[in-house]
């Protein structure tokens, strides 16, 4: 069935530094990819999406980048704040007609150090 | 910037008892979702519903989940008879329009907690 798998479960990394999440889904309909942030008791939060006509997109802090031919993407956030510590969660749907439903990885805890 | 809003936040039950899970969608969205989270899990999708009909369910929503729409503001989720592993935080989600340019907007959640 659907699946998406993401990496690492975990990561900590020094204010300032880089953080990398990776997540690779099986469906190659999938077209739809957002990454969601979730704090502690939360809501999960939009906070970068991309399509599978663009191979990378950046915000600011935040970019992700999407490689159809291995079905993976991956999420860069740069110089990491304190702020930016919360679980991550990456998704895919096939979004042709409808929003079809999301298909959530198992979620990264970022630790990020002062 | 409009929400999706949810009552009760927090909802306690006891076992085969029936909860009824309240939503308030965007207003002009037309496409609406649940979706749960166990503890320490990923978010799960359970249903979607458009033009007042389930267009999509997974296999968590057996015959024990309902969906209604009631009037033109609240979306529910009604579970008939609770068991100890429904106990989740229940996020009700909506989207604009279909099509693959629309996002989805989660509201704050209900933990719901059987007994």
């Known amino acids: 069935g659907e699946n998406v798998e993401q990496h690492p479960s975990t990561l900590s990394v020094q204010e300032g530094d880089s953080a990398v999440i990776k997540c690779t889904y099986s469906?190659?309909?999938?077209?739809?990819f957002p990454w969601y942030k979730q704090e502690l008791g939360k809501r999960p939060q939009l906070i970068i999406d991309?399509?599978?006509?663009?191979g990378e997109k950046k915000d600011q802090r935040i970019a992700v980048t999407l490689n159809k031919t291995a079905k993976h993407f991956s999420l860069h956030i740069t110089e990491t704040q304190p702020e930016d510590s919360a679980v991550y969660f990456c998704?895919?749907?096939?979004?042709?007609?409808?929003?079809?439903?999301?298909?959530f990885g198992t979620g990264t805890r970022l630790q990020v150090f002062p | 910037e409009p929400e999706v809003t949810q009552t009760p936040s927090h909802q306690v039950t006891q076992m085969g008892q029936e909860v009824i899970l309240r939503c308030v969608p965007i207003?002009?969205?037309?496409?609406f979702y649940w979706y749960r989270q166990i503890l320490g899990q990923k978010v799960e999708f359970l249903v979607s519903?458009?033009?007042?009909?389930?267009?999509?369910k997974s296999e968590i929503f057996d015959d024990q989940f309902s969906v209604e729409r009631p009037d033109g503001s609240n979306f529910t989720l009604k579970i008939r008879s609770t068991k100890l592993e429904d106990s989740a935080m229940y996020f009700c989600?909506?989207?604009?329009?279909?099509?693959?340019?629309?996002?989805?907007?989660f509201g704050s959640g209900t933990q719901l907690s059987v007994l």
């Open positions: 991309i399509r599978s006509n663009v």
């Open positions: 519903f458009y033009n007042n009909e389930i267009s999509e």
């Open positions: 989600a909506s989207s604009r329009t279909g099509g693959s340019n629309e996002k989805l907007f």
């Open positions: 998704a895919a749907s096939k979004a042709y007609r409808g929003t079809d439903k999301l298909i």
């Open positions: 469906d190659s309909a999938s077209n739809y």
């Open positions: 207003s002009n969205h037309l496409y």
